[in-house]
Structure formats: structure tokens, C-alpha cells
């Protein structure tokens, strides 16, 4: 089992902070919905020299309950708490929600990221009214719950209440990012389980999520899409040896 690596963690505006306070360029992470910070220990068998900074965002994990869950103006906070506490330009590793958000930070502030690692990035598809009233009552009614987190997941460290996390779902599909990555600067590394059962969202798409991966970035020179078989929505839990092994050629 992963030990704790940290050897600091706070809380600074909102957000909670894990720290190894290791001395090399800072790598920071950011999980999905209904995750947590520590979901990103997986990193310290990649970036084994790094400083490591895990991330819960507000309404998760040991944070308390916000009412702030709208993610550009979150980019816009973890970046500004980042640059307050003396950080410098590093990598972000982003899951789903977080991979949304550390591509609004690259859009934001592109001199702060010099590499994104995005994990099934939420973003990728643009929903219409009907659509995103069919999605939010589905996760009303608990039809849409079901996929949404990984096998034999308890909840332990999900802060979120049901109307904080339909709030993210909201602002998540009201911030699509599709359009936008051709702004991206640096390199992005997309990694994708082949299995994924939330993203194409299957209520309106059939194609498979690798398709639909290799779709979005297509013609985007600095994306790069990288499979992860026998994984869903989760890789880091589901294949994290294959995840592990395939992003540690990727990091320059």
C-alpha cells in the first residue's frame, strides 16, 4: 500500500494543501469530482525528486463546504494561492474536474504551466440546455452516481453535499474547454482509460472514448493521447501500474 508522502499539509483560502516540501520543480495536482487530494499519491512513483503538491478542492476532502464551485474562478484561485505562497511555473497533473480546471489554468496563466498531465479531462463535449437538465437529473435520481466513481469506492473523504456537486456538474458543462485548447502553449499529455463509462457522455454519444479522445485533440501538434486499457474513469485505482509506467517516459 502507498504511504503518505507528505511531510506538510494546511489549509490556505479554501483550499487543502499536502506538501513533501521537496526541493525540485513543483508539481501540483488536482483531483476529479468526488475525489480528494491523496488520490494523486500515485505521483510519487513518477516524479520521485519533485515537490509534490495535492490539492483538495473546496467542498472535498478535508475542506469545508463552499459555495464557490465555479471552476474558471477556481483556476483563477489555486492559481493565485499558488503564486502567493512563493510557487513557481510547474507541471499539473489534473483527474476529470481537475484536468478541466488545469486546462483553465494553462488558458489563464500559460507563463505557470509548463507541462499538463490530463487524466479523462472533463470539458472535451458542449452540451445544450436540454442536455445538461437530462444530466443533472440523472445525478438527481442517482442514475448518473452510479459511474461516476471507481469500483468499491466508499465516499471516505468526499466532503462534497449532493447540491455542491450538482453545482460543479453545472459549471462544469457551462465551461466546456474543446475550443479552446488550440491556445494551450505547452505540452499536454492526455491519458485515457479505454474504457471510460462517463466520458463521451454515452446518453448522446455511441463513439468509443478513445475515438472520442483522439477526436478532440486531433490537429492540436502539442496534445499527445496516450491509452489506458483495462481502466474507466479512474486509472490511477483501476489499472495505476499501466498509468504509472506510461507517464514516467512522457515527463521531460
Not at 91 to 119: C, D, N, R, W, Y
Not at 210 to 236: C, E, V, Y
Amino acid at each position: 500500500m502507498q504511504g503518505f508522502f507528505f511531510v506538510r499539509e494546511y489549509n490556505y483560502k479554501g483550499f487543502h494543501f499536502y506538501d513533501n516540501e521537496k526541493k525540485a520543480a513543483p508539481v501540483f495536482y488536482l483531483h476529479g469530482l468526488g475525489g480528494q487530494g491523496t488520490d494523486g499519491l500515485f505521483l510519487q512513483d513518477i516524479f520521485k525528486e519533485n515537490r509534490l503538491i495535492l490539492v483538495d478542492l473546496p467542498g472535498h476532502g478535508t475542506t469545508l463546504k463552499s459555495e464557490e464551485t465555479d471552476i474558471s474562478m477556481l483556476a483563477s484561485e489555486i492559481y493565485q494561492s499558488l503564486i502567493e505562497q512563493g510557487f513557481e511555473k510547474g507541471i499539473f497533473v489534473g483527474h476529470s474536474l481537475g484536468g478541466q480546471m488545469a486546462i483553465l489554468t494553462a488558458l489563464i496563466k500559460p507563463e505557470f504551466v509548463s507541462h499538463l498531465f490530463l487524466i479523462s479531462p472533463a470539458g472535451l463535449e458542449k452540451f445544450n440546455d436540454m442536455q445538461k437538465n437530462l444530466i443533472l437529473t440523472g445525478w438527481r435520481f442517482g442514475s448518473y452516481f452510479q459511474n461516476l466513481f471507481p469500483p468499491g469506492w466508499s465516499g471516505q473523504g468526499f466532503g462534497s453535499d449532493s447540491l455542491i456537486t450538482e453545482n460543479y456538474m453545472r459549471s462544469m458543462m457551462e465551461r466546456p474547454v474543446l475550443d479552446f485548447l488550440k491556445g494551450i502553449e505547452c505540452q499536454a499529455d492526455v491519458l485515457f482509460g479505454s474504457n471510460d463509462p462517463l466520458i463521451p457522455n454515452r446518453l448522446f454519444k455511441t463513439e468509443s472514448p478513445l475515438a472520442f479522445a483522439n477526436k478532440a485533440i486531433s490537429g492540436l501538434k502539442n496534445f499527445h493521447l496516450t491509452p489506458i486499457p483495462d481502466a474507466g474513469h479512474w486509472p490511477m485505482f483501476e489499472n495505476r501500474k499501466f498509468l504509472i509506467k506510461a507517464m514516467q517516459p512522457l515527463v521531460k
